[in-house]
Nanobody
Framework: QVQLVESGGGLVQAGGSLSLSCAPS????????MAWFRQPPGKEREFVAA????????YYADSVKGRFTVSRDNAKNTVYLQMNSLKPEDTAVYYC??????????????????WGQGTQVTVSS
């Protein structure tokens, strides 16, 4: 089992920045990929970014490319999502997720086995 604890989030004005953190614990040796998803109000959960637990491959949704950066600090066992140039449409509950299996393009909800509790990000216009 893997437990995911998120931190960060909050309220920011459009154009501002926020950083989210996710610290997995438990059987972290079983993790292949870590990701961030978000669920806007009244909408389905959607992919934001992903990073391999080892290696350097990263993946981004088109809507956040160039604005968001996913990174990993294995020494701290933490994954980060740096969000810059935030827009009101980025408002959502953001979830950290972990996958035990390899997928060539790990961008779907069904690829992930473990989920954090979610953290609210609100961008005001």
């Amino acid at each position: 089992q893997v437990q995911l604890v998120e931190s960060g989030g909050g309220l920011v004005q459009a154009g501002g920045s926020l950083s989210l953190s996710c610290a997995p614990s438990g059987h972290t040796f079983s993790i292949y990929t870590m990701a961030w998803f978000r669920q806007p109000p009244g909408k389905e959960r959607e992919f934001v970014a992903a990073i391999r637990w080892t290696g350097t491959n990263t993946y981004y949704a088109d809507s956040v490319k160039g604005r968001f950066t996913v990174s990993r600090d294995n020494a701290k066992n933490t994954v980060y999502l740096q969000m810059n140039s935030l827009k009101p449409e980025d408002t959502a509950v953001y979830y950290c997720a972990a996958s035990r299996d390899y997928y060539s393009t790990p961008i779907f909800v069904r690829h992930y086995d473990y989920w954090g509790q979610g953290t609210q990000v609100t961008v005001s216009s």
